[in-house]
């Protein structure tokens, strides 16, 4: 059985300081993780995946995320937050020949 | 590279009207998705195709919503009769093939928003 929690249905931050989204799964199999965006009447667009190989990954726009088996987390993070970050966040869990899921989401608000 | 596309991009239906969705995935991508997504919740999955066969449509409400995917390329959802709650954003993605090796990046078509009334 797999599943995929996000922590915070909001994240409100400054511009220029760091983004935390947490993201916990639950997997049978080793999973793939993905984290992925989708601004306002925009189409989803992938951040970064994991995929079993490094467990730190760098994605797009500066995001990264890190594996961390014995948490089971998989959060999304990024130095100095900006304007455009603004949007809702998806983290995504896979196992093999599994069910695709989806978190809930993390909107996103970045403050000036 | 074209990504995919999707049609109508809107539609406003009555109760108990039928509606279709057409998707055109990314060439050459042999996996296709069709996922429901309610406002303010994330993406449920409704039907994976590989070519065209179904892979997973344990979420797809089969007394009302039918896809098919007939030629392995483009595909149609089908809601009749449509109901209240089926009110959303249908989103098609395609991904190269995805069950040998793992899951593969899905790539998302911009959506259409079905408002029922």
């Known amino acids: 059985a797999q599943s995929v929690t996000q922590l915070d249905s909001h994240v409100s931050v400054s511009e220029g300081t760091p983004v935390l989204l947490r993201c916990n799964y639950s997997?049978?199999?080793?999973?793939?993780l993905f984290w992925y965006v989708q601004h306002p009447n925009k189409g989803l667009q992938l951040l970064l995946k994991y995929t079993s190989a490094a467990t730190l990954v760098k994605g797009i726009n500066g995001f990264e995320a890190e594996f961390k088996k014995s948490e089971t987390s998989f959060h999304l993070t990024k130095p100095s937050a900006h304007m455009s970050d603004a949007a809702e966040y998806f983290c995504v869990v896979s196992g093999w020949g599994g069910k695709i899921i989806f978190g809930k989401g993390t909107r996103l608000h970045i403050l000036p | 590279e074209a990504g995919v596309a999707q049609s109508p991009r809107y539609k406003i239906i009555e109760k108990r009207q039928s509606v279709a969705f057409w998707c055109n995935p990314i060439?050459?991508?042999?996996?296709l998705y069709w996922y429901q997504q309610i406002l303010g919740q994330g993406p449920k999955l409704l039907i994976q195709f590989q070519n065209n066969g179904v892979v997973d449509d344990s979420q797809l409400p089969k007394d009302r919503f039918s896809a098919e995917r007939l030629k392995g390329v483009d595909s149609t959802l089908k809601i009749q009769p449509a109901k209240l709650e089926d009110s959303a954003v249908y989103l098609c993605?395609?991904?190269?093939?995805?069950?040998?090796?793992?899951?593969?990046?899905?790539?998302f078509g911009p959506g259409t928003r079905l408002l029922v009334l």
């Open positions: 060439s050459g991508h042999a996996t």
């Open positions: 997997s049978s199999y080793s999973p793939s």
């Open positions: 993605a395609s991904s190269l093939a995805g069950l040998a090796g793992g899951p593969k990046t899905q790539y």
